[in-house]
């Protein structure tokens, strides 16, 4: 039942969300105006008030104010084991655009953190999943865009769940094409597409690896495909990696466990959307769902992404995140 609702809500076009936002609160101040016009119970019109007020400031702002904003997250790790010659080496994280939702008023949003991304003068740039919302179409329109991020070594992408063909109508054979269209918008767009496999940089003498993992999530709603051990064939403990994941709960449950990753990027649960008080819907899902976690000295960072399939977004801004990579001992020097 939650997979059908599931998918069932995604089928919906993003601004539909914010016409169905409209009518219930439009409906529930009308019965607040009813109640005010016929009952004489005081102190239920004044209970019911406020968090009718606090609704509408909420959809108001989170529908058209948070969601056209992005801040540009920096953040500087520290590696015992990370080779000299990549420290300050810059790996900018873009996660979640969904380009179906990024259409209209809201595509100057991708346009401005593309001139952002560029303008880090990155080493790398990392894109972990969910270019799509249901179908490549979608993406067409900012094929061009897209295509115009640079970085000096390349830009590396996996696969998130929604750039699997889960929440489209038709028969297995279609959805099979679909899914090998969406496989090769990487390439067209000059994006190293990293299917549980890996890539080496190089600096000087020494190596650094960027690895890709398939989505992994909980395998009844997204795709488990996550190979850790084809991800990282060949590679040793005394390898330095960054692994690409869409689905932060992959960390726990493959990467720590049967991995040395030093480093983990990862994205899909859009920080919730919303936060107040410190507080989001994702952590009840998630135990890591935005910004920066570690264990034992290794990394997970979950980007907030940019968008979504629900134009919406309040107390959680969408991000581009830029890392920088230090060595022990240019710590201690600095």
């Not at 249901?134 to 295509?147: G, Q, Y």
């Not at 997970?300 to 230090?326: D, H, Q």
């Amino acid at each position: 039942m939650n997979s059908i609702f599931t998918t069932t809500i995604t089928l919906l076009d993003p601004d539909t969300y914010i016409y169905i936002g409209w009518g219930i609160l439009i409906l529930l101040t009308v019965l607040l105006v009813l109640l005010w016009r016929f009952s004489k119970r005081l102190w239920l019109k004044v209970v019911l008030t406020a968090p009718l007020m606090f609704l509408w400031l909420v959809f108001l702002y989170g529908s058209y104010v948070g969601v056209n904003q992005f801040r540009v997250r920096y953040i500087e790790l520290t590696f015992n084991d990370l080779p000299p010659s990549f420290d300050g080496y810059k790996i900018v994280q873009i996660s979640d655009i969904h380009c179906g939702t990024l259409t209209g008023s809201r595509r100057h949003l991708l346009e401005e953190a593309i001139d952002s991304i560029n303008a880090q003068d990155a080493d790398m740039v990392v894109f972990t999943g969910d270019l799509q919302n249901r179908a490549p179409r979608e993406i067409d329109p900012f094929r061009k865009l897209l295509s115009s991020i640079k970085a000096k070594d390349g830009i590396f992408s996996v696969m998130g769940n929604h750039d699997f063909p889960l929440y489209m109508e038709g028969d297995p054979i279609m959805k099979s094409d679909t899914l090998c269209v969406r496989e090769n918008v990487d390439e067209e767009l000059g994006w190293r597409l990293l299917v549980n496999d890996r890539q080496f940089i190089k600096r000087g003498e020494e190596k650094i690896y960027i690895s890709g993992m398939d989505n992994d999530g909980d395998g009844v709603r997204f795709p488990q495909n996550g190979d850790i051990q084809h991800a990282l064939y060949g590679l040793t403990p005394k390898h330095f990696v960054v692994m690409l994941e869409h689905d932060p709960s992959a960390w726990r449950r493959k990467i720590l466990p049967h991995s040395h990753v030093q480093l983990t990027l990862s994205g899909h649960t859009h920080g919730g959307q919303f936060s107040f008080l410190g507080w989001s819907p994702a952590s009840l899902k998630y135990k890591e769902y935005s910004g920066l976690y570690s264990l034992a000295g290794r990394y997970l960072y979950v980007s907030n992404g940019l968008s979504g399939v629900v134009p919406f977004r309040f107390g959680t801004l969408p991000e581009i995140s830029v890392f920088t990579l230090r060595t022990s001992k240019s710590s201690v020097n600095k």
